[in-house]
């Protein structure tokens, strides 16, 4: 079983309950073992509304590539068209493969862990609450350490945070 911690964003629409949608999706294939708060984050790129970010860790049955097209698939289905968007433009879901226990994989399509994470305190902050000791394995580090590393660079990210309530923890699979 593949277990992996998956960052949620979005900015337009309603984007906690397009999260919560993305979430139920996925529990009823595999297992939501948990999930972060919800944190309202500057965004990054061209001029838009803050986003709302969480993470949570998945178990799921099948491989990464298949975990990475359903999620694909999930913001399609909010509306999200990836051919159409101007990069790190709004969108009503984004949802990202962040880290992978034990799993390190580089190809055209995913890159394992994500490529970005230690720089993104949207990322970062929710992926501590649900797997703080989890290890970057080609940094060396836990996503406790880099947080910590990324507060100072980034110490205005977040706007805000608060609970979010997601009632399909510990799915059955």
Do not use: K
Not at 64 to 87: F, K, M
């Amino acid at each position: 079983m593949l277990r992996v911690v998956l960052g949620l964003g979005g900015n337009l629409g309603d984007p906690a309950t397009t999260l919560r949608g993305a979430l139920a999706a996925l529990a009823a294939e595999g297992r939501v073992a948990r999930v972060s708060r919800l944190w309202r984050t500057r965004a990054i790129g061209p001029p838009q509304p803050a986003y709302l970010n969480a993470a949570a860790v998945v178990s799921w049955p099948r491989g990464p590539r298949e975990l990475l097209a359903r999620c694909r698939a999930l913001e399609a289905a909010a509306g999200r068209e990836r051919s159409r968007e101007e990069r790190w433009g709004p969108r009503a879901l984004d949802l990202d493969l962040l880290l992978a226990e034990g799993l390190v994989c580089r190809g055209p399509l995913l890159e394992l862990p994500h490529p970005r994470l230690h720089e993104r305190r949207f990322a970062l902050d929710p992926a501590a609450e649900v797997a703080p000791g989890w290890v970057h394995p080609l940094l060396g580090l836990t996503v406790r350490e880099l947080l910590t590393r990324q507060r100072a660079r980034e110490p205005d990210a977040i706007l805000e945070v608060r609970n979010f309530e997601f009632s399909i923890l510990n799915s059955q699979f």
